[in-house]
């Protein structure tokens, strides 16, 4: 079955770190490009960071910008998401999905996990 | 940044109905515009990319229009398993940004 599956959430302090790990199930995982989109509790969707097929180029929103940092390993089949410095407004629905891009050009969210909560609290 | 704008933020309608939903870019996005449906407790599910493509597997009663800053998204017969959060994105610019949502409720 096409899937993925993320795990590695739970409760973390203020300025404490966690890792989010994200195995792919059913595709060729190396083909695409991955991303983190996040959802805060009963908010919207904010996109969190895009990786290139092979880990060679690296997008990320500015508020995680030297705090967060998106790897893969494609021999495992996983992407990741290393989170430092957390803050209370990254508690959220943590979502791994794949990319498409049609036409060379356009780009959409395509495959969605079912997400990880981390939630930054003392 | 690029802000995504959509209206309304939520509304009610009725099984049948045709229902409506815009979004508005800050600045030119070309057709680089994808609508999701997520419904609660779930991940979204994108229904229609570069504006008015339909993804496969997506009923035919749901359909996009619009290029530059201006986009509907239009569902031609609301079903009882439309009920659900609507959210527009743009892939025009990092950072891509989303719509703050549409809310679709049973009238």
């Known amino acids: 079955e096409v899937q993925l599956v993320e795990s590695g959430g739970g409760l973390v302090q203020p300025g404490g770190s966690v890792s989010l790990s994200c195995a ?3 595709f060729t ?6 991303s983190w989109v996040r959802q805060a509790p009963g908010k919207g969707l904010e996109w969190v960071a895009n990786i290139k097929e092979d880990g060679s180029a690296k ?4 508020s995680v910008k030297g705090r967060f940092t998106i790897s893969r390993d494609s021999a495992k089949n996983s992407l990741f998401l290393q989170m430092n410095s957390l803050r209370a ?13 049609v036409g060379g050009v356009t780009w959409y969210v395509d495959l969605w996990g079912r997400g990880t909560l981390v939630t930054v609290s003392s | 940044d690029i802000q995504m704008t ?8 009725s099984v049948g109905d045709r229902v409506t939903i815009t979004c508005r870019a ?11 449906q997520q419904k609660p407790g779930k991940a979204p599910n994108v229904l ?8 496969s597997g997506v009923p035919s009663r749901f359909s996009g229009s619009g ?3 201006d986009f509907t998204l239009t569902i031609s017969s609301l079903q009882p398993e439309d009920f659900a959060t609507y959210y527009c994105q743009q892939s025009y610019s990092i950072p891509w940004t989303f719509g703050q949502g549409t809310k679709v409720e049973i009238k």
């Open chain 1, 29 to 34: 995982f190396s083909s695409y490009w991955m």
């Open chain 2, 67 to 69: 290029s530059g800053t």
């Open chain 2, 6 to 13: 959509q209206s309304p933020s939520s509304l009610s309608a």
């Open chain 2, 26 to 36: 800050s600045q030119s996005i070309s057709s680089y515009l994808n609508w999701y």
């Open chain 2, 48 to 55: 229609i990319y570069g504006a008015t493509s339909l993804q």
């Open chain 1, 24 to 26: 792919a199930f059913g």
């Open chain 1, 89 to 101: 407004e990254d508690t959220a629905i943590y979502y791994c999905a794949t990319l498409i891009m």
């Open chain 1, 59 to 62: 997008y990320y929103v500015d």
